[in-house]
């Protein structure tokens, strides 16, 4: 390990400190305003860890998620909460294993389509299990307080900037990257693309689903039309867009302003929150094709600054 | 007699109703480089997809060292120890020179990671002269040091046999003849090479042995001297009046 590497993982540590320590310090406000970030930071890092080097856009994150949040509403009275996330990530990792072994084999435009009519698939089927057995929504209660799940959220979000720092470092990591860049010379050279993207695709799939257990509590009463939202999909991926894929950092450089200024709006003048996504979305396409993350490296090449 | 390396018997590959290679059979022995040569559309390209994996054959079998490639996947065949280069330049644009090369090191025939793969890819840059470049983005490069970058990541892999699939095409001739130095200087340590080529002065200066395809059939083979001569083949290149 080099001298940086050390010197990151220190700074790392104290960020994520200083974080735990908002429930603390601040207003209840900013404790709701701090769950959410925690929220989007996790899910919009954990899709960059796999959509950022394959460029494989993901729009399934609202289908992890929503079976996420339904784990919880079936176990929290009979399992130990701590347990829901758990399984939530096992579930949301096999589910990611089996979409990825179908639709990784196609490329482009073909698999955005799959991943996002796969939470519609989930969201419809649940909806019909629920009117077989005559239940419309679950109740979620529990006594967690926000600021136990605001905690979880920052210890799961730990768990995936690790999980990409390590892989980072991989073989596979390496792997995604030459994938991303020429699938046939990754091939070619030697690589089982298909293996490897499907192992990485669970990645944000676990990651999705264990959030969505954490914060089923905070919803209290969940169905399927709020749980599979599709909104949520649309909203990580121009998050870690606006942030960047290029850096582990990136996506939470999307996540904070785009959260902040997503809340203004909603209090403001709640019907015009679809205005802002489009806006990032053109944002991200006309002026900042690499996000934040490759403005900060094109500034930094300009005004001198050796790496 | 020097060992057989890869063995192509009977090759067929059909797309539809087009057969692009027709039963096609010949022997690569170790430290040879065969050139398979051809007029345009002849299935030269298709022959060396068969054998990296890119193309499954429709019929007949591909042995490297007595193992069956038909059929296998493009990354088990790598693994087994067939590396290629790409008739258009094939680079990893985000990557540097070196990242490039470690690509190839990481995950082929034989497998380095690490420093020792750090190692092994910049002895590899320096012996094909791109030691000046090594930290570069492949987008700063000439074009004959992209191809230099492509047969350096094929070679990091140590395969058992290189495919250059029109290696020296689009070379003006200081590079051309620098071209063919370096891939002299492979053979000289003793690599197994198939290369398909167009420029006749490779061919004759490197190839121990040529393949001469004409739609999609083997019409000839032999050493260059031999098959360049050849009635059948000039009949191939140059049309009835000038055989």
């Known amino acids: 390990m080099s001298t940086r590497e050390i010197r990151n993982l220190i700074v790392s540590a104290l960020l994520i400190g200083l974080c735990c320590l908002l429930p603390v310090y601040g207003s209840p406000y900013w404790l709701t305003m701090g769950t959410t970030i925690a929220m989007y930071a996790v899910l919009s890092t954990s899709w ?35 347990t829901l996330p758990v399984i939530a990530a096992a579930l949301g990792a096999v589910l990611a294993a089996l979409v990825g072994m179908v639709t990784l084999r196609l490329s482009g435009v073909y698999f955005v389509i799959f991943t996002l009519g796969l939470a519609e698939m989930v969201r419809q089927v649940v909806t019909w299990v629920q009117n077989q057995t005559g239940h419309r929504g679950m109740y979620v209660l529990t006594s967690l307080t926000e600021r136990e799940i605001y905690w979880m959220l920052i210890a799961l979000a730990s768990l995936v900037f690790l999980a990409g720092w390590l892989i980072g470092r991989s073989k596979l990591g390496f792997a995604l990257r030459i994938i991303g860049n020429d699938e046939t010379v990754a091939k070619h050279s030697g690589i089982d693309t298909a293996l490897a993207k499907v192992l990485l695709f669970m990645v944000p799939g676990a990651a999705a689903a264990a959030t969505g257990a954490i914060l089923a509590p905070r919803y209290i009463y969940i169905e399927p039309s709020t749980a599979f939202a599709p909104l949520l999909s649309f909203q990580v991926v121009i998050m870690a867009l606006l942030g960047g894929t290029g850096r582990l950092w990136g996506p939470i450089a999307g996540v904070i302003p785009f959260t902040l200024l997503w809340e203004a709006i909603t209090r403001q003048a709640p019907n015009q929150t679809l205005l802002l996504l489009g806006l990032a979305f053109l944002l991200i396409v006309y002026v900042l094709p690499g996000g934040f993350v490759g403005l900060w490296d094109r500034l930094r090449r300009r005004y001198g600054g050796n790496q | 007699m020097s060992k057989i390396i890869l063995q192509a018997r009977d090759v067929t590959k059909r797309f539809g109703g087009l057969v692009a290679v027709n039963g096609v059979s010949f022997d690569v022995t170790e ?32 042995q490297l060292n007595g193992r069956e ?37 990481a ?45 350096a990541r094929a070679l990091a892999g140590e395969p058992e046999v290189l495919l250059l699939d029109e290696w020296l095409a689009g070379l003006n001739p200081t590079e051309l003849s620098t071209g063919i130095d370096l891939i002299k200087s492979l053979r000289d340590e003793g690599r197994t090479i198939i290369l398909v080529e167009h420029v006749m002065d490779a061919i004759r200066s490197l190839c121990d042995r040529c393949v001469v395809m004409s739609s999609g059939t083997k019409i000839a083979e032999g050493t260059p001297a031999e098959v360049l001569s050849d009635r059948e083949v000039i009949r191939a290149y140059l049309g009835d009046d000038d055989a």
């Open chain 2, 69 to 105: 490639l038909a059929g296998q996947p493009a990354h088990k065949v790598a693994r087994l120890g067939v590396g290629r280069t790409f008739q258009l330049v094939r680079l990893l644009p985000e990557l540097t020179v070196t990242q490039n090369v470690l690509a190839g090191a």
């Open chain 1, 48 to 82: 960059a860890l796999f959509s950022g080097p394959t460029h494989y856009i993901s729009l399934a994150t609202a289908a992890f998620f929503g079976v996420g949040t339904f784990v919880t509403g079936l176990g929290f009275q009979d399992l130990p909460f701590w």
């Open chain 2, 107 to 151: 995950f082929g025939h034989r497998r380095r990671w690490g420093p020792e793969a750090e190692r092994f890819a910049h002895t590899l840059l320096d012996r094909l002269g791109l030691g000046q470049v090594a930290g570069l983005p492949v987008s700063a490069l000439t074009y004959i040091d992209t191809k230099r970058v492509e047969l």
């Open chain 2, 31 to 62: 430290h040879q480089v065969m050139g398979i040569i051809g007029p345009n559309g002849s299935g030269k390209s298709t022959m060396i997809n068969m054998i990296s994996g890119s193309f499954v054959p429709s019929a007949g079998s591909i």
